[in-house]
């Protein structure tokens, strides 16, 4: 069973999240933050991953800590659940088109924090939700769960076509990178680990 089940409690903020990399996109997603949410459900919809998120936070001061949060605790889960990652194909790529927008997500489940983002957002807020987030957001899920991860939209103009290509792309491209191939043997690297 390939699944982590985290919770963390901060003055800011009480999360809980479960997943399970080999579900079927089954999701309970809550964070009070109604575009997050959905794009937290088309995640885990995409990449075919069963999620159940809890979020709780200081929503009164901004959404900040609580995407920020949501990030921390589900990297951390995607860590446990990977355990010694053998037999995983590491590596997953996918470009989703949204209308007028093209975004591209490349994971290397490496062990080694990094994120690149490049994206611009023409409007400031999709929903209630500031868009400089989803950097953010992305910037926590890859240092907490050891993912380097690289974002780009290639082009669009409308802001949440192009966050919605993002989420959508990360799923399809999560869920190649943790699919099991009995074919490798032990991990996907010459150093024998990852």
């Not at 997953?92 to 088109?97: A, C, D, E, S």
């Not at 994971?107 to 400089?132: C, H, I, N, W």
């Not at 192009?162 to 999560?174: D, L, S």
């Amino acid at each position: 069973m390939r699944v982590g089940k985290i919770s963390r409690q901060t003055l800011e903020t009480d999360i809980q999240i479960k997943i399970d990399l080999d579900g079927s996109g089954e999701n309970h997603v809550n964070t009070g933050i109604g575009f997050f949410n959905h794009m937290l459900s088309l995640a885990a919809k995409h990449g075919t991953v069963d999620l159940d998120v809890l979020a709780k936070g200081d929503l009164d001061v901004d959404f900040h800590h609580t995407v920020e949060d949501t990030g921390i605790v589900l990297g951390k889960c995607i860590e446990n659940a990977l355990g010694n990652k053998r037999n995983i194909k590491r590596y997953g790529t996918f470009f989703v088109p949204m209308d007028e927008s093209l975004s591209m997500v490349c994971v290397d489940l490496s062990g080694r924090p990094y994120l690149v983002f490049d994206a611009d957002f023409p409007a400031e807020k999709v929903g209630q939700m500031d868009t400089e987030l989803v950097e953010e957001f992305f910037r926590a899920l890859a240092f907490n769960a050891d993912m380097t991860l690289h974002v780009k939209v290639l082009y669009g103009r409308n802001t949440h076509h192009m966050i919605e290509g993002i989420f959508k792309a990360f799923g399809h491209a999560f869920r190649e990178a943790v699919t099991v191939d009995r074919s490798i043997k032990g991990v996907m690297s010459t150093k024998g680990s990852l």
